[in-house]
């Protein structure tokens, strides 16, 4: 694991109407940086967007539905975890779950069954000069392949 990740486990309650699933909470520490902006993304098969880290945001993913192969990848120098990157997939078939990364984490994903609808919330509002680190998808910093089976921890 990833120092500052968290993986979110959701309840969820289901009967045969359909089930409901409360995602986030004040308080409940989910996003301990604040709120600033609530984003939805669609994102189609086979569609791979990575890699991406916040300065200064905290951020809080949930797929709604389709399925993500994720990785986030510890670029902070002092972290304990520098270096260090966790896999794991997201959506539909997976523990109704949302995950969380403080800044300095480079996040990507990769939708394997969609389309993937995903929210975000941000402890910040987009700030593309100020904020954003984007890297390619094959930045040899990282040492990751999106290309592999997904043999990696949390898989």
Same mark, same amino acid.
């Given at each position: 694991? /990833?120092?500052?990740?968290? /993986? /979110?486990?959701l309840a969820t309650h289901e009967d045969e109407r359909g089930f409901f699933r409360e995602l986030v909470r004040a308080?409940? =520490?989910?996003?301990? @940086? +604040?709120? =600033?902006?609530?984003? !939805? #993304?669609?994102?189609?098969? @086979?569609? $791979?967007?990575?890699? !991406?880290? !916040?300065?200064?945001?905290?951020?809080?993913?949930?797929?709604?539905? =389709? &399925?993500?192969?994720?990785?986030?990848? %510890?670029?902070?120098?002092? #972290?304990?975890?520098? @270096?260090?990157?966790?896999?794991? $997939?997201?959506?539909? *078939?997976?523990?109704?779950?949302?995950?969380?990364?403080?800044?300095?984490?480079? !996040? =990507?994903?990769?939708?394997?069954?969609?389309?993937?609808?995903? /929210?975000? &919330?941000t402890s910040g509002v987009y700030d593309p000069e100020n904020d954003e680190v984007r890297l390619p998808h094959d %930045?040899?910093?990282? *040492?990751? %392949?999106?290309?592999? %089976?997904?043999?990696?921890? +949390? &898989?």
């Amino acid at each position: 694991m /990833i120092e500052g990740v968290k /993986i /979110i486990e959701l309840a969820t309650h289901e009967d045969e109407r359909g089930f409901f699933r409360e995602l986030v909470r004040a308080g409940d =520490g989910s996003l301990s @940086g +604040g709120f =600033g902006q609530l984003s !939805h #993304s669609l994102v189609r098969k @086979g569609v $791979l967007k990575a890699w !991406h880290a !916040h300065k200064k945001q905290e951020q809080w993913n949930y797929a709604v539905c =389709g &399925l993500l192969k994720v990785a986030l990848h %510890d670029s902070r120098p002092q #972290s304990p975890t520098c @270096g260090k990157t966790f896999e794991f $997939l997201a959506g539909e *078939g997976q523990p109704a779950r949302a995950y969380s990364f403080p800044p300095g984490v480079l !996040h =990507g994903y990769k939708c394997l069954e969609g389309p993937v609808h995903i /929210i975000y &919330l941000t402890s910040g509002v987009y700030d593309p000069e100020n904020d954003e680190v984007r890297l390619p998808h094959d %930045d040899p910093s990282t *040492g990751y %392949d999106w290309q592999a %089976d997904g043999e990696g921890e +949390g &898989l």
